[in-house]
Structures are given as C-alpha cells and as structure tokens.
C-alpha cells in the first residue's frame, strides 16, 4: 500500500511538472515584457495620470 501511495504521489508531480511549470514560466517570461510594452504604448501616448490615481493603486 506504501508503495502504490508513493506511485500515486510521484505521479501527481510528474503531471504537475509536465504541465503547470512550462505554463508559470511562459507567464513569468511574457507578462512583463507585455506591461513593458503596455507601460511605453502609454507613455508615448502622452497619457497622464494623476497623483490621486498613484496612491489609489
């Protein structure tokens, strides 16, 4: 029974090693560098935020 629990076990990491982990690592490497270009479309925009906005957030 030990044995099947510690199959079952390695199993459920394998899987989540498999498919999760490329997925956090995309998210990692693509969400900043789609703010970065979010943050410039912005800025050369000429778009202004208030200070009231700034310390809202």
């Given amino acids: 029974m030990k044995s099947i629990s510690k199959l079952i076990s390695n ?21 900043p560098i789609m703010v970065t270009s979010d943050a410039f479309k912005i800025i050369s925009s000429g778009y202004t935020v208030t200070g009231d906005y700034i310390s809202l957030l």
């Fill in 11 to 31: 199993l459920i990491t394998i899987a989540y090693g498999v498919i999760c982990m490329p997925l956090l690592i995309l998210m990692a490497i693509i969400f």
